[in-house]
Structures are given as structure tokens and as C-alpha cells.
């Protein structure tokens, strides 16, 4: 599956190593030409060398390129948006030409944890600037969750929220989620993306004072839910 990336910092180059070490073509895209065709050749580097460290009989070329906004979205079957919040309507009024109607994976979140605003969602936003299949992925762990091979804790992979309306992009982010060793959750539709922007909003803001957030949750079994139908 070709993925174009909105974004050619952090989180580009961490899920772009994960995807093009799983064999997926990507292509990046920021504001500078050459500083993401750099990164582009850091992140090829990178998913070589985790192909090699997986499956040394088995390494594929791995394909990573960098273009413009429009040409990432244009490249992907799926499009991915993960830049920051301040550059995200230019980004979107670039690129949004070859999102109509693609499934669009966004990682997106508020600029600081205190400077969400419920009444600007921003999964529906993408939706309506763009036309895309939006689903909202990925915005609840720091990107070094998602640099690891795989990431599990205390011997449970990780589970990914997913929050989406059509079924063929929840087949594309399940499939993406998948490639990374992680569990696909259904979050139910884009209705409930703010849920999960609102989410990482809090429990960003627990982890900058130092909490644990993770201990604020019960298991299943003691959640009150337990054993109903
Ligand atoms: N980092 C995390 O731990 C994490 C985790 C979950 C979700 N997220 C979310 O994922 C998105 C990307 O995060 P990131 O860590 O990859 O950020 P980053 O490393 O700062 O990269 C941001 C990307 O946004 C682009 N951009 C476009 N317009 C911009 C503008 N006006 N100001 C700043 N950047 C602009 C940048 O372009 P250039 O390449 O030209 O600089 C860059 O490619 C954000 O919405 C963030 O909230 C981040």
C-alpha cells in the first residue's frame, strides 16, 4: 500500500521507518525540498537497516521518497497527516487536490495539551477541508512508543484506538496499525475523534506534571462492564 505523509519530523519518520521496513512505499513531504529529501534517505536508511535486522534472507527494497504537499497525497492510496497544528490548514489547502475520497489517517493533536479547544475538532476539520476518508490514529503515545519493534508492555502489545466512518479506511489504518506489531481498536466513528483528541489532551497534560497515566484506568474486569451483554 503507497503512504504519502503530511510531515517530515518526528512522527513521519517514525511510522515512515515502521511502514517502509514492513514493505509499504512512502513518501514524505514538508516545507523544505531538500531537508525532506533528506530525512526521506534517514528513514530509508533506517527501515533497511530494521529489514536487515528482522528478516536478513528475506529484506526487500525499501522505497522512500520526498515531494511536495501535493505530491505526498497525491502518491499515497492512503494519506497520512501528521503536522503540527499551526501548519495544518496551509498544509491541507496544498494537498488537498488527492485526498477526496482516500482513506486519511490523522495523528494529529493540539499544540500543547492546554491549548485544546473542544470546539475546534480537528479529525472533522481534516474531513471537511479535504473530502478524505478521515480516521483518527496514532495521538494518544509519544513517538518513541512508536519506534519501538514492537511496542508491548508488560508482555501486552499496545492497542490502537481507530475512530472512522468508512469501512475501506479502517481496513487501511487496521492494516497500518498491524504492520507496527500493535492491536486495532475500534473507537467507533469520526463522531467520537474529538473523544480521543480531548483523550491526549489529558493525558498529555497528566504525563507533563509527572503522573502515571496509564494507573488511572482499571482492567476490563474491574471496569463495571464486566460479564454484561
Ligand atoms: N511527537 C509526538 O510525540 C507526537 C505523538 C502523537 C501525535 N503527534 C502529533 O503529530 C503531529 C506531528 O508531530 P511531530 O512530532 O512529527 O512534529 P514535528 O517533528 O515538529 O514535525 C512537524 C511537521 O509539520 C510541518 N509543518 C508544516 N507547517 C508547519 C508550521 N507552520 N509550523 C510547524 N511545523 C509545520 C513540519 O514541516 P517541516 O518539515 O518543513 O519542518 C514538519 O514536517 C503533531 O500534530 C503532533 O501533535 C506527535
Known amino acids: 500500500m503507497r503512504i504519502g505523509i503530511l510531515g517530515?519530523?518526528?512522527?513521519?519518520?517514525?511510522?515512515?521507518?515502521?511502514?517502509?521496513?514492513?514493505?509499504?512505499p512512502v513518501m514524505i513531504s514538508g516545507r523544505d525540498l531538500d531537508r525532506s529529501a533528506a530525512q526521506a534517505e534517514r528513514v530509508r536508511a533506517q527501515a533497511a537497516r530494521r529489514q536487515l535486522v528482522a528478516a536478513p534472507a528475506a529484506s526487500a527494497e525499501v522505497d522512500v521518497r520526498a515531494g511536495t504537499w501535493a505530491e505526498a497525497a497525491g502518491f499515497g492510496e492512503v494519506v497520512v497527516v501528521a503536522v503540527r497544528e499551526a501548519g495544518l490548514v496551509d498544509v491541507l489547502q496544498a494537498?488537498?487536490?488527492s485526498m477526496r475520497d482516500k482513506p486519511v489517517i490523522d495523528v494529529t493533536n493540539a499544540a500543547a495539551p492546554d491549548r485544546y479547544d473542544p470546539t475546534r475538532p480537528i479529525a472533522r476539520m481534516i474531513r471537511d477541508l479535504t473530502g478524505g476518508h478521515v480516521v483518527k490514529a496514532f495521538n494518544l503515545c509519544h513517538v518513541d512508543v512508536w519506534r519501538m519493534t514492537p511496542p508491548v508492555f508488560d508482555g501486552r502489545p499496545l492497542a490502537v484506538p481507530l475512530c472512522g466512518d468508512d469501512p475501506g479506511a479502517m481496513?487501511?489504518?487496521?492494516?497500518?496499525?498491524?504492520?507496527?506489531?500493535?492491536?486495532?481498536?475500534?473507537?467507533?466513528?469520526?463522531?467520537?475523534?474529538?473523544?480521543?483528541?480531548?483523550?491526549?489532551?489529558?493525558?498529555?497534560?497528566?504525563?507533563?506534571?509527572?503522573?502515571?497515566?496509564?494507573?488511572?484506568?482499571?482492567?476490563?474486569?474491574?471496569?463495571?462492564?464486566?460479564?454484561?451483554?
Open 8 to 24: 517530515a519530523g518526528n512522527m513521519a519518520d517514525a511510522l515512515g521507518t515502521q511502514w517502509a521496513g514492513a514493505g509499504h
Open 95 to 97: 494537498a488537498r487536490p
Open 171 to 229: 481496513d487501511a489504518a487496521r492494516t497500518l496499525v498491524a504492520g507496527l506489531g500493535c492491536t486495532p481498536l475500534d473507537g467507533g466513528g469520526l463522531d467520537r475523534a474529538m473523544q480521543l483528541e480531548a483523550t491526549a489532551a489529558f493525558v498529555i497534560g497528566l504525563w507533563f506534571g509527572g503522573a502515571d497515566a496509564q494507573a488511572v484506568l482499571p482492567p476490563l474486569a474491574s471496569s463495571g462492564t464486566h460479564g454484561r451483554t
